[in-house]
């Protein structure tokens, strides 16, 4: 079975503070894709990040930073220093290449972020 | 970059009307694209994964001769929620696998 659990449904910090979001996949395949999304309150989604499960090299975007391990299926992200327009639903997803190609969305985690 | 673009990004419509909701990839071909509906607070669902040229394959619970879907060219994916009903408010977003890549989002409003 596939599955994306984000086991945070909510998370409040304080400008500046760094916030880790945690994602934690099942799947029966060795040839996936991990993605993160942004959703602000706009509702679009924004693509932040796709990992290959072959590649498990952490990376660093700016603020962002994502950790991707195979041997606890996991691919948590955090945000360094949060800010105001970092508020928004996050969303971790899992995209298999095995039967219909679809994509496994988590239940998001929404990030509000005080000033 | 890779572009998908939804139309319209909101409508409001009367119970009982239909609406057809456009994806179009702007700058790729997309044989394959996947429509989803998210509910408020809640997360995305997918509906149904559209084909170019062949029939949609609908998700388990999702009505075909509700949420219409038409995939004619290898740019346009079209959902047509017929004869809509206020339950049928929702947000409604596609995807093209090719490039990972949304659409705007369509927010109906049926009244």
């Known amino acids: 079975a596939q599955k994306v659990t984000q086991a945070q449904t909510e998370i409040s910090v304080v400008e500046k503070e760094d916030v880790t979001l945690d994602c934690v996949y099942e799947?029966?395949?060795?040839?996936?894709?991990l993605f993160w999304y942004k959703q602000p309150p706009s509702g679009e989604l924004v693509f932040l990040i796709r990992r290959n499960s072959f590649d498990e090299q952490n990376e660093i975007s700016g603020r962002y930073s994502w950790n991707f391990q195979k041997s606890t299926s996991s691919f948590n992200f955090t945000i360094t220093a949060s800010q105001v327009v970092d508020s928004a639903v996050y969303f971790c997803a899992l995209h298999q290449f095995s039967g219909t190609y679809k994509y496994i969305f988590g239940t998001g985690t929404r990030l509000k972020v005080l000033a | 970059g890779a572009v998908v673009s939804q139309h319209p990004s909101w409508v409001i419509c009367k119970s009982g009307t239909s609406v057809k909701i456009e994806c179009r990839s702007l700058d790729f071909q997309a044989t394959t694209m996947f429509w989803y509906r998210q509910f408020p607070k809640q997360s995305l669902m997918l509906m149904a994964t559209s084909n170019e040229g062949s029939k949609a394959t609908y998700e388990q619970g999702v009505e075909k001769d509700k949420f219409l879907i038409n995939h004619a060219s290898l740019t346009l994916s079209t959902l047509t929620v017929t004869s809509a009903h206020p339950e049928d408010s929702s947000f409604y977003i596609c995807?093209?696998?090719?490039?990972?890549?949304f659409g705007q989002g369509t927010r109906l409003t049926v009244v």
């Open positions: 995807s093209a696998w090719t490039e990972a890549f």
């Open positions: 799947t029966r395949d060795t040839t996936y894709y």
